[in-house]
């Protein structure tokens, strides 16, 4: 009879990867304590929703690569992901089912299981604990300033999304709140969504943030130029026709 030692034990247990079903993603991406209403209309995705309420409500989230792609296989999905809860699951009279989902922590997918009626993943947990040092304080000053910046120039941002951001004092969950209201493609949001050092997500969205800042303040320079331009011309044509009047 074999017997395990503590230590082998405990290294068997380490070595044992979390099954969770796998809920594959159009055109979004969800960050950890984002909580997202998902429309689901594809069966197996439905089968996935229900399997994770039938358990303990967890499932995997990550985004396609192509949203375009109707059945996605493993490799149309980022290994890289969200562990989530399912806080409501609503079935629609279409046959659509509306999901209430709350990101939870970053993990990854470490194998596919097989099963044909969903995809079923083992994943590895990829969260790490907020830094908590004077360059971590300094760098959630200047992405706090930044987004209150930034949303001075996008209207889809409102006053109470900027003063939940500026009120948070956890790190990671700040840039992660940061990051899913800025207007960017789900390959941008998913390389943020891969960044596990926190010093390192702020940093870049940092750099993020005030690019942007300075894209939407071009595009707002062009179109007054362009603006008075028409005026101009619209005045000029208006002035040559009373003259020949």
Do not use: C, W
């Not at 009120?167 to 390959?187: C, F, I, Q, T």
């Not at 707002?220 to 011309?233: A, D, G, I, N, P």
Request: glycine content about 2%; hydrophobic content about 40%.
């Amino acid at each position: 009879m074999f017997n395990l030692t503590k230590k082998n034990a405990l290294d068997f247990l380490k070595e044992q990867k979390e099954q969770y079903p796998l809920l594959p993603l159009r055109d979004v991406v969800v960050f950890p304590n984002m909580v997202v209403p998902l429309f689901v209309g594809r069966e197996k995705s439905i089968k996935a929703l229900e399997h994770a309420m039938s358990r303990e409500k967890q499932i995997f989230l990550s985004a396609q690569k192509d949203a375009k792609v109707d059945n996605p296989t493993e490799k149309d999905i980022y290994n890289f992901g969200t562990l989530g809860a399912v806080l409501q699951l609503l079935r629609l009279p279409d046959g659509t089912v509306k999901a209430l989902i709350e990101g939870k922590e970053r993990a990854s997918v470490e194998n596919f299981i097989s099963n044909h009626e969903f995809f079923m993943v083992e994943v590895e947990k990829r969260e790490r604990e907020d830094d908590n040092t004077p360059e971590t304080k300094a760098l959630m000053r200047t992405v706090v300033e930044s987004f209150e910046e930034y949303a001075k120039l996008n209207e889809k941002l409102s006053k109470e999304h900027v003063s939940t951001v500026a009120g948070m004092d956890e790190p990671s969950r700040l840039a992660d709140s940061v990051a899913a209201h800025l207007s960017l493609k789900v390959v941008d949001k998913q390389q943020i969504l891969e960044i596990e050092s926190t010093d390192a997500r702020l940093e870049k969205l940092f750099e993020i943030i005030r690019y942007e800042i300075n894209i939407i303040s071009l595009e707002k320079r062009l179109k007054s130029r362009v603006k008075k331009q028409m005026e101009k011309t619209q005045k000029n044509y208006y002035l040559n026709e009373q003259m020949r009047a």
